[in-house]
């Protein structure tokens, strides 16, 4: 096996460490929700999340050959994958997501979600938090809703993109 196929699949492990680490934080927010808590593991559940995400499109990368920029935004992480790769993931996406914002706008919104989310007690006013979806016209000012539109859309993207690590990967489930 070749050095980039090894970091191909370290990638793809350590994707799925972080990934554990948002359902963990999940866990914890649901438990804490109901005393009033719950929004006290957004950051955690989302960095770790986004940071999987980025992770499964790096292995991606090196899994064709080639070594990934070293860079946080999802986008421009997906822009440049081959063809052939965007097809699977946009693919497995649409399976994945009942409600169904597009890949593309997804990408966009939270191109730099990792940072954000990292800095989450930074930020000012509603407005900044809702700048992470697409549509929250109709929500209220609860920050609770958006952080849930958020993590549900991108739990959307974390299963899409561990699929086709399994399956460019070749590896069992």
């Not at 899994?63 to 935004?73: D, E, F, I, L």
């Not at 822009?79 to 597009?102: M, R, S």
Request: charged share 30%; net charge negative.
């Amino acid at each position: 096996m070749d050095k980039l196929r090894i970091q191909a699949s370290q990638a793809y492990h350590e994707a799925n460490n972080f990934a554990d680490l948002s359902d963990y934080a999940d866990k914890k927010s649901l438990e804490y929700s109901f005393e009033g808590f719950g929004e006290q593991y957004a950051a955690a559940r989302n960095v770790n999340l986004t940071f999987a995400c980025e992770l499964y499109l790096k292995s991606l990368y090196l899994a064709k050959g080639n070594t990934p920029p070293k860079k946080h935004q999802l986008k421009q992480l997906f822009d440049g994958l081959e063809e052939e790769l965007k097809q699977k993931i946009e693919t497995n996406y649409k399976a994945y997501h009942a409600t169904f914002v597009p890949l593309t706008v997804l990408l966009e919104k939270h191109d730099d979600s990792f940072e954000k989310w990292r800095y989450y007690y930074e930020l000012n006013s509603f407005d900044e938090l809702s700048s992470f979806d697409p549509d929250t016209s109709e929500l209220d000012s609860t920050n609770s809703k958006i952080i849930e539109y958020h993590i549900t859309d991108m739990a959307h993207l974390e299963q899409a993109l561990k699929r086709v690590c399994i399956e460019v990967l070749e590896l069992q489930e």
